[in-house]
Nanobody, 123 residues
Framework: QVQLVESGGGLVQSGGSLRLSCAAS????????MGWFRQAPGKERENVAR???????YYADSVKGRFTISTENARNTVYLQMNNLKPEDTAIYYC?????????????????WGQGTQVTVSS
């Protein structure tokens, strides 16, 4: 059984930074892809960033240039560095994993999910 546990959320002022972490346990993640999603109140869950097993990353236009996704294989951990945060980034952020090399844009492509971590950006 795979478990994903996020950490690093919190309250930050507009323009500030946060780094989210997602630690995977239960199996060794080889040849896998990971994604970060977010869901704001009253909105659908959206893909923010994703990375495949070759460390090729993709970003939503709304976060491009501000967010960076990365992995640390030795620790089975994926990170989301968020800089220049804006109030519209406020949401619950989820990490997701799949045991294929290529990442998926849709949340339906990921069988493994963390519990979510709240990010609140004040103006």
């Amino acid at each position: 059984q795979v478990q994903l546990v996020e950490s690093g959320g919190g309250l930050v002022q507009s323009g500030g930074s946060l780094r989210l972490s997602c630690a995977a346990s239960g199996r060794t993640f080889t040849n896998y892809a990971m994604g970060w999603f977010r869901q704001a109140p009253g909105k659908e869950r959206e893909n923010v960033a994703r990375i495949n097993c070759r460390s090729t990353a993709y970003y939503a236009d709304s976060v491009k240039g501000r967010f960076t996704i990365s992995t640390e294989n030795a620790r089975n951990t994926v990170y989301l560095q968020m800089n220049n945060l804006k109030p519209e980034d406020t949401a619950i952020y989820y990490c997701a994993g799949r045991t294929t090399c290529e990442s998926a844009f849709s949340d339906s492509g990921y069988p493994y999910w963390g519990q979510g971590t709240q990010v609140t950006v004040s103006s």
